[in-house]
C-alpha cells in the first residue's frame, strides 16, 4: 500500500514536471560564463505565506537577506536575492508545482518546503537536479541525509523532540502513552520515533488515534471519545499549528483538561503560543496545565538584539501591535546566514556557478516538451558540501553540524502552560537529559544521565493541581476486572469459595482486599472461580488464561517462579513460602557419643592441634626461664602435655613469668572460654531438646535414594523435582488433601506409601501445626514467595505492590496471618530435626588470632634468644674458628636449654676472670720495663766516664 502510494506521488510529480516545462519556462537565474563571482545569487523559498508561521518566515528571510547583502563581509560584491515562492496552503500536489516553478528559474537552493510530507516528495526532484533543500519545518526523523542527499535540516530533528517526551515520561514513572498525531508522514514518523525511544525506556504507547490533516470538529470528537475510554490517562499530542489547539479545545469541552490527565504537546503548542502572543485568557483557558516543548536557543547578546529588531520590523503588522516570534523565525533566519557562508566560502576557492540539462529528461521522447526548462546545478554537491562545513554563531547560538547531519547540541526547553502565559519547569539535552539549569551550563562537564541528576521544577498539572497525576485509570467501558481464583480442595485456610454463593474468603482473599482498599481509586472487580473442585487446579494453566486474554487478574496461593514471570507481571511477595521436606519423625534416646556431636570432625582435630600448639609454645618461652617448665625430658613431655588440656578447665598449676608467656596464655585462656561456652550450649540442646530423628536428612539424601516422594497435587513443586532437581519421574506421587499426605507418610515406602513429602513452607506449616509425629527436616532448598498476578505492564500492579508494602509496614499483614494460619505448640515442637553443629567456620577467627600471636611470640623469643647467644656465647666455639654446622647446632641448643640465670651468671664470671688476668699482665710489664730502662741508664754513665 505504502509502494503504491509513493508510485502514484511520483507519476504525479513527474506530470506535474512536464506541465511546467510545457510552458516553456525560460531561466532567470545566474550564469556565470562570462566571471567567477556573479552580481547575485538567486535563492527561493518555498512556504505557505498566508499562515502565521510561514508569514513570520517570510519577515525573517527578507531581513536576513538584507542584513546579508548590506553585511560586506560575507559575499562581498555579490548579492542574495529571494525568490518568494507561495506553498498554497501546503497541499502535497500544489506544493510540488509550485516547487518546480522554483527550481526551473535556476535557484541555488531552496529554503523550504513548510511540511514534512512535501519534503519527502521534493527531495526527489532536489536529488536529481542537486539543488540543496534547507529546512527548518520539516523535522521528520525519516528525512534522512542518506536517502536525501540534498536534503538539509537547520533546525532540530523530531528524533531529538521524542526522546526528550520519552526521558520526560520515565522521569515521572508512567509506563504507558496515548499518542494523538496528524495521519501524514510528520505525524507518523514522529511517533513511530517516540515508540522506540520508550521502549528503550520500558514503556510504551497504549493507544494510537491518528487524525486526518483537515479533520473537524466532529472527528476529533469521535477520536478523543475512544482516547477517554483508554486505560492511560498521559496524552502526547503530536499535530500542527493549525489544528492542534483545536484538538485542546475538544477536549476541554470533553472533560479531559481535569484531573488526573497529562497532555504532552510537541513544537507545535509553544510556536502557536510564542506567534500569536500575548494571548487572552480565552485562547489558553483550553490548554491550562499542559506540557509542550520549545526548541532551546541560548540567552545572548545577539539573540537580544534580534528580537529587539523584531518588535520594530512587525510593530503595526498584526492586531496586537506586532507579530509574535517562535524559534521557527530565528531558525529561519540563521538559514539564510548558514547558506550565505557557504556560498561565500564556494566563490572563494574559485568555484562558478552553472546549470546543465539533464540527459535523463533529454531520453524522453516529445519534441513539444521544452525539456531543457529544467537543469541540474552542476555545483550542487559543492555547495552542499560547504553548507556541512559551516561553523558560525548565530542568533540560535552555535550553528555546525554533526557527521549524521544534524545540528550540534540538540536541546528543548519544558513549558508548562499556566494562566494567560508560560513557566518554564527545566530543560532536556542530548548531553545530560532533564535538567533545571540551562544545558550550556553542563557541556563543561560530564555527561551524566543517572537517574538522581535528573530534575525538573514542580508541574500545575490539569485541574489545577501539583500531585503527580496516576496516569492511568480502569478503562470507562463498564467492564469489571474479571479475577481468577482458584477453587481449592485443600488448605481452604488460604483461599476457599463460600459454598452456594460468588464469594471467596481465607488469607490470599484477605490480603487483596486490604491492598485493594488502601488504593487512592476505586478498582471495579469480580472474583470467578477456576477449577473443578474435584482437585486442586493448577496455578501455571490460570496464569496462561491471563496472558490468552481470559482473565484480568489472578488472586490466591500463586507461587511467584521465573517460569510464571515470563508470562505476567507479579506484585510484591506477601508471604516466603519456599519448599521444604516433611518426614515421619520419632523420639529417640541421646546415645553413649553424643558428648561428640556438638563439634565436627574437623573442628575436634584443630581444637587438639592448637592446645599442643600452645602448650608447646608456652614451653619454650617459659623454659629458660622458668622452673616449672625445666627437668628431665620426660618430666617436660608430660608438663607440656599437662599444661595444654588442663588450660581448658582453666585449672593448669603453672605460672608463667615471661612476658611473651604470659601474652600467649591470655589470649588462648580467652578462645578456650569462648569453646567452652559455644561446646555447653550445643550439648545442652542436643540432650534436652533435638530428641527427634528420621531416616530422611533432606532433600540431597531423597535425592541420593530412590524411594517414592510425595507433592501437593497441582503445585509447581513437581515441575521444580524433575527439571531442577533431577528427580525421576516415577518416583513422585500427587496427593490432593492433608489426610492423603498423612496415610501416606504412615504408610512408608514399604508399604505403597512415600518416604518424605515435599511442598511449600506456607502449607506445611499449617499441616504441622495438628501433626506432631512429622517435622520439616533439612533446610528449605528454594526461596520463593506468593503474588498477585496481572497481565504484563499492568500499573495496578505496581499499586498494590506499594499497597501489600504498606500493610506489612503497619503490621496489618501479620494480623492477616494470625487470623488464618495460627500455628500450634506441636509445630515448634518438630520445626527442626537437623542439629547445627558447630565447625570450624564459626572459629576460625579465633584460631587466627591465637595463631598469629604465638608467632609473633616466637619471633620475638628467637630474635632476643640470638642476641644473648652472640653476646653470651660459649668461647669454645670462637676459639675454634666456624666449626662444622652440626657442633655449632649443638652449642647453640645447649645454650638454649640452658637456664638464663646460669648463662649471664656464667658469663659475669668470665668477665670478672678478664679483668683480674690483664691487671696481672699490666704488673708484669711494667717491672720489665723498670729493669730495662735502669741498665740503659748505667751504660750511658760508663761512656761518659770512659770519655
Known amino acids: 500500500m505504502a509502494f503504491q502510494r509513493a508510485s502514484a506521488t511520483m507519476i504525479a510529480v513527474w506530470i506535474v514536471v512536464l506541465m511546467v516545462l510545457s510552458k516553456g519556462l525560460s531561466s532567470s537565474g545566474v550564469v556565470s ?61 500544489l506544493s510540488i508545482a509550485e516547487a518546480l516553478q522554483l527550481m526551473a528559474t535556476q535557484t541555488v537552493a531552496i529554503i523550504g518546503p513548510q511540511t514534512s510530507t512535501t519534503a519527502h516528495v521534493i527531495s526527489h526532484i532536489a536529488n536529481e537536479l542537486q539543488v540543496p533543500l534547507l529546512s527548518f519545518t520539516a523535522t521528520d526523523p525519516t528525512l534522512s541525509s542518506l536517502q536525501f542527499p540534498f536534503f538539509i535540516r537547520t533546525a532540530f530533528s523530531d528524533i531529538y523532540e521524542m526522546t526528550a517526551i520519552a526521558d520526560f515520561v520515565n522521569y515521572f514513572g508512567w509506563r504507558e502513552v496515548i499518542a494523538v498525531y496528524g495521519d501524514d508522514d510528520h505525524g507518523r514518523n514522529g511517533i513511530g520515533a517516540l515508540g522506540d525511544k520508550l521502549a528503550e525506556r520500558r514503556c510504551k ?131 539564510v546566514y548558514a547558506l550565505a557562508h557557504a556560498l561565500d566560502a564556494f566563490f ?13 529528461l533529454s531520453q524522453l521522447r516529445g519534441d513539444n516538451m521544452h525539456l531543457d526548462a529544467v537543469k541540474i546545478f552542476n555545483e550542487g554537491k559543492l555547495l552542499r558540501k560547504y553548507i556541512y562545513e559551516v561553523n558560525m554563531t548565530g542568533v540560535s547560538g552555535l550553528f555546525k553540524y554533526t557527521s549524521d547531519g544534524n545540528l550540534v547540541n540538540p536541546a528543548y526547553e519544558i513549558i508548562n502552560v499556566i494562566g494567560t502565559g508560560t513557566r518554564r519547569v527545566g530543560y532536556w539535552s542530548n548531553y545530560t537529559g532533564l535538567s533545571i539549569v540551562p544545558p ?87 472474583f470467578v472461580s477456576y477449577g473443578d473442585g474435584d482437585s486442586n487446579p493448577s496455578n501455571t494453566e490460570l496464569v496462561r488464561l491471563i496472558t490468552a486474554g481470559v482473565f484480568d487478574a489472578a488472586v490466591g496461593d500463586i507461587t511467584i517462579t521465573t517460569e510464571r514471570t515470563k508470562m505476567v507481571d507479579f506484585t510484591q511477595p506477601y508471604i516466603e513460602s519456599g519448599l521444604v521436606v516433611v518426614a515421619s519423625v520419632k523420639k529417640t534416646d541421646s546415645n553413649a557419643w553424643a558428648f561428640l556431636t556438638p563439634f565436627t570432625p574437623m573442628m575436634w582435630t584443630v581444637t587438639a592441634v592448637f592446645f599442643l600448639l600452645v602448650g608447646a609454645v608456652v614451653w619454650i618461652l617459659e623454659h629458660r626461664l622458668n622452673d616449672d617448665f625445666r627437668g628431665p625430658p620426660k618430666q617436660q613431655m608430660v608438663t607440656i602435655l599437662w599444661f595444654s588440656f588442663s588450660t581448658m578447665f582453666f585449672a593448669h598449676r603453672e605460672n608463667t613469668v615471661s612476658t611473651l608467656g604470659r601474652f600467649v596464655l591470655l589470649i588462648w585462656l580467652f578462645v578456650v572460654l569462648i569453646i567452652n561456652s559455644s561446646y555447653t550450649a550445643s550439648l545442652t540442646s542436643i540432650l534436652t531438646v533435638q530428641q527427634l530423628s528420621s531416616p530422611v536428612k533432606g532433600i540431597e539424601s531423597l535425592i541420593s535414594s530412590k524411594e517414592p516422594i510425595g507433592y501437593l497435587q497441582g503445585s509447581f513443586t513437581r515441575t521444580y523435582l524433575i527439571e531442577e532437581i533431577g528427580i525421576d519421574e516415577s518416583r513422585l506421587v500427587p496427593l490432593k488433601t492433608p489426610e492423603e499426605t498423612t496415610e501416606a507418610l504412615k504408610k512408608g515406602p514399604q508399604k505403597g506409601g512415600v518416604a518424605a ?29 506468593w503474588g498477585f498476578a496481572f497481565p504484563r ?81 660459649p668461647e669454645e666455639l670462637e676459639s675454634s674458628g666456624h666449626g662444622s654446622g652440626s657442633s655449632r647446632l649443638r652449642t647453640f641448643l645447649t645454650f638454649v636449654d640452658e637456664k638464663e640465670e646460669i648463662v649471664k651468671s656464667r658469663s659475669k664470671r668470665k668477665k670478672m676472670e678478664g679483668i683480674s688476668y690483664r691487671s696481672t699482665s699490666e704488673v708484669g710489664s711494667s717491672i720489665t720495663f723498670n729493669k730495662a730502662y735502669s741498665q740503659a741508664s748505667l751504660n750511658r754513665i760508663d761512656s761518659v766516664n770512659e770519655i
Open 793 to 873: 505492564d499492568s500499573p495496578l500492579a505496581v499499586d498494590l505492590s506499594t499497597a501489600i508494602l504498606e500493610l506489612a509496614e503497619n503490621g496489618d499483614l501479620q494480623r492477616i496471618h494470625d487470623k488464618w494460619l495460627l500455628s500450634s505448640a506441636c509445630l515448634s515442637q518438630g520445626a527442626k530435626l537437623e542439629v547445627d553443629r558447630l565447625n570450624l567456620r564459626s572459629f576460625w577467627g579465633l584460631y587466627l588470632v591465637c595463631g598469629l600471636a604465638c608467632v609473633l611470640a616466637l619471633l620475638i623469643y628467637f630474635i632476643q634468644t640470638m642476641r644473648q647467644y652472640s653476646k653470651h656465647g
Open 440 to 526: 550550556e551550563a553542563l557541556y563543561s562537564k560530564p555527561p551524566n544521565r543517572s537517574s538522581a541528576s535528573q530534575k525538573l521544577l514542580p508541574v500545575l498539572w490539569p485541574g489545577e493541581t501539583t500531585h503527580r497525576p496516576r496516569g492511568w485509570v480502569f478503562p470507562n467501558n463498564g467492564r469489571m476486572l474479571k479475577i481468577g481464583v482458584p477453587k481449592r480442595v485443600s488448605y481452604r485456610e488460604f483461599v476457599s469459595q463460600v459454598q452456594g454463593t460468588d464469594m471467596f474468603k481465607g488469607f490470599c482473599i484477605d490480603v487483596f482486599l486490604s491492598a485493594v482498599n488502601l488504593l487512592p481509586y476505586a478498582v471495579p472487580y469480580k
Open 33 to 93: 560564463d562570462n566571471s567567477t563571482i556573479p552580481a547575485f545569487v538567486n535563492i527561493g523559498v518555498l512556504y505557505s505565506f498566508n499562515t502565521s508561521v510561514g508569514r513570520m518566515v517570510k519577515t525573517a528571510v527578507q531581513a536576513a537577506v538584507d542584513d546579508v547583502n548590506f553585511d560586506q563581509s560575507i559575499l562581498a560584491s555579490t548579492k542574495l536575492k529571494a525568490s518568494l515562492q507561495e506553498d498554497t496552503k501546503y497541499r502535497g500536489f
Open 757 to 785: 513429602y515435599v511442598d511449600e513452607r506456607a502449607y506445611i506449616e499449617l499441616f504441622l501445626s495438628s501433626r506432631c509425629d512429622y517435622s520439616i527436616v533439612g533446610q528449605e532448598f528454594t526461596r520463593n514467595g
Open 348 to 360: 572563494k576557492q574559485g568555484n562558478q556557478i552553472t546549470f546543465s540539462r539533464d540527459p535523463k
Open 205 to 335: 504507547i497504549s493507544f494510537k488515534a491518528p487524525m486526518t490533516p483537515e479533520t473537524t470538529r466532529e472527528e476529533i470528537t469521535d477520536v478523543l471519545v475512544q482516547v477517554a475510554l483508554a486505560e492511560s490517562r498521559v496524552i502526547v499530542l503530536h499535530t500542527s499549528t493549525a489544528w492542534g489547539p483545536k484538538v485542546l479545545s475538544v477536549a476541554k469541552s470533553l472533560g479531559m483538561m481535569e484531573n488526573g490527565y497529562v497532555w504532552i504537546t510537541t513544537t507545535f503548542l509553544s510556536t502557536w503560543l510564542d506567534i500569536g502572543s500575548p494571548l487572552s485568557s480565552d485562547a489558553t483557558d483550553d490548554m491550562q496545565g499542559v506540557i509542550t516543548l520549545r526548541m532551546y536557543i541560548p540567552d545572548s547578546e545577539r539573540k537580544r538584539w534580534f528580537f529587539s529588531r523584531w518588535k520594530n520590523l512587525t510593530t503595526g503588522k498584526t492586531a496586537n501591535g506586532s507579530q509574535g516570534l517562535s524559534t521557527y523565525g530565528i531558525f529561519a533566519y540563521d538559514t
